[in-house]
Structure formats: structure tokens, C-alpha cells
């Protein structure tokens, strides 16, 4: 049986309505433009034919370019014979019909259109910064004429995806009609309301002046984040140049600058991002069309820092979600920080009043299992410690209906011995939010022995349905994101024994591209927090490596920004460390009695030191089979150790360097430092064959 065509023309009585059909998100992939072509053209060719339409099959607008092309060599036709130049050219109005999403080149040929209606639940935007690039199908040249400079300077600059509503009133739809409206019939009537209205409305003829003050505004604007990277400044090139030069002129400066972009590190490493977040959410050893069970009921179990911010991540994503504590004060002290963290967010102006009392309705504080029996999904958030989890799960276990899934929000601890407290292991799952729960988005999905393969995608798609990018960890201690975090810790904490400094550490990260130095991080967090963590491995493990300076400064009440002193030292009310002389002075009476001579280190043997422990640990917990590749690992980092996202991930860092170098420069600290440095035997493996961190096989999930 034939192919169905990507692109075909149907006509519904004196329009010819011209339909995208490429599976997942209609993006433009092999012959999708072309299809767009030849249908304009046909129906440009048929005098029976008055307007067209210009719409998508399936559960998307048209989403952009096809992702996957980008970096191949591909051929583009000129400019001057794209899907937008024939629809400039059209004689016929056409009307781009916009449900789902309208991304990157799916906005562009929108706005090559002459008219735009949308569903209410649409979304457009020019997302092409976040994979390194800039709108490079007139995006640039036609958002500014039909939204004004400073709409499209920020919506291409951030790439933020724009609900129908707000895009209305910003000028780039023309209407917006309810979701349950039909709209394929709503878009041919507009189509023969317009079709003997001219001249036709074309985004290129309109005009396009700025003052020039917001382009270096801009720039000022995003310094910070965007240091490093080279495709926000080119947007804003772009944009300047839409708002300086004619249309034809301005569309080749968009062009000369998407091409420097294209096959730059930056975008190369932002676009394996793009796909190891979506490689992430398969399970490739579960049986196929495991269905995720819907919950509607979740509860929290515990007010504390996490189980608050959880909560809100629930209530966030629209559902009513109970949260419980044993006493009374916890659970107002718990409801009180909730309040203050939206009254925060409120002030900063991230979120509107109205929608904070919406939010904070969704979230009802029950005092008592009593209040939660009938709840589908718990999520456990109580002190990390086995002795008070396994009774509260145990309790879960007998008052909450059985067919609810147990979830656990243990950093660290073993899992199976937490499932095996209660009646139903294959309901219990661990699921490890990231500090702020509420903001930050990795969630690392824990997997028992007993786990069912039901209850695993019903934990990864919890994580999906709450904003959260779910990654599949290994029981393992500390799990994979904080196992292999760990090695990063204690190294960058030797460091100081041998001569370097906390502020000289954060600087080297935050020019590699952090939001903050792992010193700075420390204080941030609480070191007693860390102490605790420490004092556990060392009790587990009589090889554990002790970090006796970082031991002294707790022992000296320094635990951080709490106590005004950590690391760094902090005036009153002001979070900005100032490196402190006192610390300096710890850090060479402790070396000085631990006998460990100072020498002076390169910011590269820096960063390396404290990379390449991880990549190392990596490789044992993927060659344990804690973890099913690893991109996972890179996602993890990105989001929730905020490793810079256009340097693409821990592994894919490494092998920018290259696996053999990586290897000998761990074998070598493995001969200078001992045992903690030993190379993983997955690492030398892929060393001797020189094959690729992303194309290493890790062993079957266990
Ligand atoms: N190209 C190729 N594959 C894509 C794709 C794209 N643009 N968008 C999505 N997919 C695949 C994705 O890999 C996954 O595949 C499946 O579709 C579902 O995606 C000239 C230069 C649209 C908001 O940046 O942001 O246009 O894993 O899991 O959560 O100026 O996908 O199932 O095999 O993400 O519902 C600009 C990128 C391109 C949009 C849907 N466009 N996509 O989110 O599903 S550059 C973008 C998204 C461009 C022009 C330029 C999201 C989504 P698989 P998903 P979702």
C-alpha cells in the first residue's frame, strides 16, 4: 500500500485546505517543504479554488525544521524559493490553522501566511536559541514587523513558547477560538471571508523601526547567562538587522548568521541535549505499551523543605495534591514556607497573584494518615533516615488503599530494603526531587528489585505530568546522580589540602559555565547537611575518604549562608561570599598537619580533577547496570547539578576531550593518589577500543 504523503491538498468546496502529515510534530522533515510547494502552487493553479488553508494532521501545527537534519550537509533551495517566498508570491490569501505547537520554522511558515487562527491550547514561538541556532526561515525579519521589535527581541532571545491567548493580543495571531471549536471548518471560513480582500496582507510589507537602545539593553540583559555562548548575541544581530535593513536584505544577514551557528560546538552539544532528554523517558528492557497508570490523588508525606516543595510541584501542574505531617506546627510551619515561596515569586513577578491563591487552593494540609486512604499516588518526603522512613512507610503501607503506588523521595538510602517494609514491593518506587523540589527539574526515577514495570512508568510519567524530566536510576548508594556527584565533592574539597582555594575552585566553574561555584553551592545547602551525608558513608564503609577541613568548619558551628560563615563569609542579609582569610588559614593548619604539600594547580587540572572523578564513577555505575546509557547521566547533570547545557553533558564533555585522554590522565592519578582514582573497567574497556563515552553499551539494568 502506497505511502500516505507527508504534504497533501483537499478541497472543501472553493478552498483548498493543504494538510502536514509527518508524525510525531509535523516537523519539517524529508519532502515536507517541498509537499507545502507543490500544494501552493496546484492550488494557486486551480481557478476553482479562492483561498487556501494551511493546517496539520495529527496532534501539532507544524513544530520547525527537523532537528535531526541540522549538521548533515542538507541542501536548502535559495532564498527567494522557500515555502514563505511562494506564499509571499501567492495571488491567493492563505491561512495558517495553529493547534498544538507552531515552533521555530512551523511560526515562520505561519507568518508567511496572511492570516493565523489558533486553538486556545496552541503554542507558538521561535525556540531555535535553545539548541544553539537562531530562526533562520525569515523568523527574525517577519516577528519584529508583526509583533514589534522588543516582543520578538525577547521571544527569540528566550525562546519561550507563547500560549494563543497572549500571542493574540502580541498581534501574531489574527484569532484565537476555544478548543472545542472545530477549527479546520473555523479556518476555511475565514479563508472565504478573505478572499477577495486586497492586497493581501503581507508580514514583509510591513514596517519594522526600533529604538536602537534595546538591542544593547538586551545584550546587557542576558550577559550573565548567556556568557560563553555565541546564538543569543546573534539573535539579537538578527533582530537589529530586521529593524535596520529592507526586507531582502535583512533575510541574507539572517541567513550569513545562522550559518556561523549551525555546526558550532555550542549548537551541536544544545542539540544532543535536545535528544538525550527525550532518549531519556524510554525503558528499552520493559515490555512495550506498558500504559502509566493516570492518578488524580497524590499526597505528600511530610511538610518539611521537600515534601513542601513537592507539593507545589503537584499543585503547579494543576492538581490537588494533600500533604501530611504527624504534628500540627510541622504542617503550619510547612503551609507557611509554601505561602512564602509563592509570595516570593509574586514579588519577583513570575507569578500573578490570582494564580498563587489558585495554586495554594490545590494544596490541602490533613494532620493524620487518616486524611489520605483513599490517595493513588504517595510520595514520601520525611527525615532521611531508615529508622524514621521505614516506619512511616510500613504505616503507609496499612491505612492507604492498596492499589496506591508508594514512593519514596530518599536521596540515598536502599530501596529495597524500604519496599520490603510493606505488603506490595511492586507498588514502590523511589522518587528523588532535586532542592527546590519546585524548581528544580530532574526527577530520578528509583527502581527496586520488585518494582513493576507498572509501576515504573507510572513514576517516570508522575515526573512527566508535574514539568519534571524522569531518568532511571539503579538502586545503588546515592542512586546515579548523587553517586556520581559524590567523587566531584570530596575532590574539589582535596584540592584545598593541596594548596588551592575555595574562591580559586568556584571561579574555574563559573567560567566553565556554571550559575555558581560547588564552594559557593556548599554554603547555599548547609555543610552540616554534607557533614551528615559524610558521617553516614563513613560508617558504611571504613575506606571511605575523610575531608578533615571540611569536617573542621562544621566543627566550628561554619554550616554556611545560615550561619553567616561556611566557605565564604556573608555580611547580614546579603547572600554574595566574600572569600574569607579565616578559611584560608584553616585550609593550610589542616594540610600542614595532614603533611600534604602546597603546590599551585592550572584551572584545567582543576576542572579536570573534579570532572573526570565523576566520568569515572559514571562508568562504574553504568558497567553495574545502574543506569541504561549515557546520555541519562549527561540529562541528570544538566538538570540537577545545573552542568552548563551548551557544553551538552557530563559525557559529552569527555568526549570532546576524547576517551583515551581521559583515561590516561585517570590512570595516572590512579598511580598518584591511590585507590579512589582506580580507572572503572568499563572506562579502560572503551579507552583500548577507542569507542565513544555515547556509544558505550553499559551492562543490563540490574
Ligand atoms: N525535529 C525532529 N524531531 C522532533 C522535533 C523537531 N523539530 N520536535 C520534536 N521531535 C520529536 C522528539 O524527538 C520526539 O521523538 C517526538 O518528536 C516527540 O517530542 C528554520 C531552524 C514540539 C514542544 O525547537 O520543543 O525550525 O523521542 O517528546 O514533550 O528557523 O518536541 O518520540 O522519537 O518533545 O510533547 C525549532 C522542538 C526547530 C521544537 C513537543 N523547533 N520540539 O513536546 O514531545 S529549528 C523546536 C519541542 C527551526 C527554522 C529553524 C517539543 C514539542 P521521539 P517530545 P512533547
Redesign the pocket.
Known amino acids: 500500500m502506497a505511502e500516505a504523503p507527508v504534504v497533501r491538498l483537499e478541497k472543501d468546496g472553493d478552498i483548498g485546505v493543504i494538510i502536514v502529515n509527518y508524525p510525531?510534530?509535523n516537523?519539517?522533515?524529508p519532502g515536507v517543504a517541498d509537499g507545502i510547494i507543490e500544494c501552493l502552487n496546484k492550488a494557486n493553479g486551480d481557478p476553482s479554488i479562492k483561498a487556501m488553508v494551511l493546517m496539520g494532521d495529527g496532534?501539532?501545527f507544524i513544530?520547525?525544521?527537523?532537528?535531526?537534519g541540522?549538521g548533515t550537509g542538507r541542501k536548502r533551495p535559495p532564498l527567494g524559493e522557500r515555502t514563505y517566498d511562494v506564499m509571499d508570491r501567492s495571488p491567493k490569501p492563505v491561512v495558517a490553522a495553529i493547534h498544538?505547537?507552531a515552533?521555530?520554522?512551523?511560526l515562520?511558515n505561519a507568518m508567511g501566511c496572511h492570516y493565523r487562527i489558533a486553538v486556545e491550547s496552541a503554542?507558538v514561538g521561535?525556540?531555535?536559541v535553545?539548541?544553539g541556532?537562531?530562526?533562520?526561515?525569515g523568523?527574525t525579519q517577519r516577528l519584529p514587523r508583526l509583533a514589534g521589535p522588543q516582543v520578538a527581541l525577547d521571544m527569540i532571545v528566550s525562546g519561550r513558547?507563547v500560549p494563543a491567548p497572549e500571542a493574540l493580543k502580541l498581534g501574531i495571531l489574527d484569532e484565537v477560538i476555544p478548543d472545542s471549536a472545530n477549527l479546520r471548518q473555523a479556518a476555511v471560513a475565514k479563508a472565504r471571508a478573505v478572499a477577495d480582500i486586497r492586497p493581501l496582507p503581507r508580514v514583509r510589507d510591513r514596517d519594522c523601526k526600533a529604538d536602537p537602545a534595546i538591542f544593547d539593553a538586551m545584550r546587557k540583559s542576558i550577559a550573565r547567562r548567556a556568557r560563553n555562548q555565541k546564538a543569543p548575541y546573534h539573535c539579537i544581530l538578527a533582530v537589529e538587522a530586521a529593524c535596520t535593513l529592507p526586507f531582502d536584505e535583512g533575510m541574507k544577514r539572517e541567513q550569513e548568521l545562522?550559518q556561523e551557528l549551525e555546526n558550532a560546538d555550542e549548537a551541536k552539544a544544545l542539540r544532543y541535549a535536545?535528544?538525550a532528554?527525550?532518549?531519556v523517558?524510554?525503558l528499552p528492557d520493559l515490555p512495550p505499551g506498558i500504559v502509566p497508570y493516570d492518578f488524580r490523588k497524590p499526597a505528600v508525606i511530610g511538610a518539611g523543605t521537600m515534601g513542601g516543595g513537592i507539593a507545589m510541584s503537584f499543585a503547579d501542574f494543576g492538581y490537588d495534591v494533600r500533604i501530611m505531617d504527624a504534628s500540627t506546627e510541622a504542617l503550619n510551619r510547612g503551609m507557611e514556607r509554601i505561602r512564602n515561596n509563592y509570595a516570593t515569586s509574586v514579588k519577583r513577578g513570575s507569578l500573578a497573584q490570582d494564580e498563587m491563591e489558585r495554586r495554594l487552593a490545590r494544596i490541602h494540609p490533613v494532620a493524620g494518615y487518616d486524611g489520605i486512604e483513599d490517595c493513588d499516588v504517595v510520595v514520601e518526603a520525611v527525615f532521611e533516615r531508615m529508622d524514621v522512613k521505614k516506619p512511616v512507610f510500613a504505616r503507609l503501607d496499612e491505612v492507604v488503599n492498596k492499589d496506591a503506588f508508594l514512593f519514596s523521595n530518599t536521596s540515598a538510602l536502599d530501596m529495597d530494603e524500604l519496599a520490603a517494609v510493606t505488603k506490595r514491593p511492586e507498588k514502590v518506587a523511589g522518587t528523588h526531587f532535586f532542592s527546590p523540589a519546585n524548581v528544580m527539574k530532574l526527577l530520578e526515577v528509583v527502581r527496586p528489585k520488585k518494582a513493576s514495570p507498572e509501576t515504573l512508568v507510572t513514576a517516570m510519567a508522575m515526573g512527566?505530568k508535574i514539568g519534571k524530566i524522569s531518568a532511571m536510576a539503579g538502586n545503588t548508594d546515592g542512586f546515579v546522580a548523587n553517586r556520581s556527584r559524590a567523587p566531584f565533592n570530596s575532590e574539589m574539597v582535596i584540592l584545598l589540602e593541596e594548596g588551592c582555594l575555595p574562591e580559586q575552585v568556584d571561579k574555574v566553574m563559573v567560567d566553565f559555565g556554571y550559575p555558581m561555584g560547588p564552594f559557593a553551592v556548599g554554603d547555599l545547602a548547609g555543610l552540616d547537611i554534607g557533614a551528615e551525608g559524610r558521617k553516614r558513608r563513613a560508617a558504611a564503609d571504613p575506606n571511605y575518604r575523610k575531608l578533615p577541613i571540611a569536617d573542621k568548619l562544621v566543627e566550628m558551628g561554619r554550616y554556611g549562608q545560615k550561619t553567616g560563615a561556611g566557605w565564604y563569609r556573608y555580611e547580614k542579609g546579603d547572600r554574595t561570599p566574600h572569600p574569607d582569610p579565616e578559611v584560608a588559614a584553616i585550609i593550610r593548619q589542616v594540610a600542614a598537619e595532614m603533611g600534604v604539600p602546597q603546590r599551585s594547580f592550572t584551572d584545567q587540572e582543576i576542572l579536570r580533577r573534579l570532572l573526570f572523578s565523576s566520568v569515572n564513577e559514571a562508568c562504574k555505575i553504568l558497567e553495574e547496570g545502574k543506569a541504561y546509557r549515557t546520555s541519562d547521566v549527561d540529562v541528570m547533570w544538566l538538570h540537577g547539578f545545573g552542568f552548563p547545557r551548551y557544553r551538552g553533558g557530563l559525557f559529552y564533555w569527555a568526549d570532546g576531550i576524547g576517551v583515551r585522554e581521559v583515561y590516561n590522565q585517570i590512570a595516572n592519578w590512579h598511580q598518584q593518589y591511590g585507590d579512589r582514582w582506580r580507572p572503572s573497567a568499563l572506562l579502560r574497556q572503551l579507552a583500548e577500543s577507542g569507542t565513544p563515552f555515547r556509544d558505550a553499551k553499559p551492562a543490563p539494568f540490574a
Open positions: 510525531p510534530v516537523a519539517l522533515g496532534r501539532s513544530a520547525g525544521a527537523d532537528i535531526r541540522f498544538g505547537y515552533l521555530g520554522g512551523g515562520e503554542k521561535l525556540p531555535e535553545l539548541i541556532i537562531l530562526p533562520g526561515g523568523g513558547h545562522f535536545f535528544f532528554e527525550r532518549e523517558a524510554k512527566k
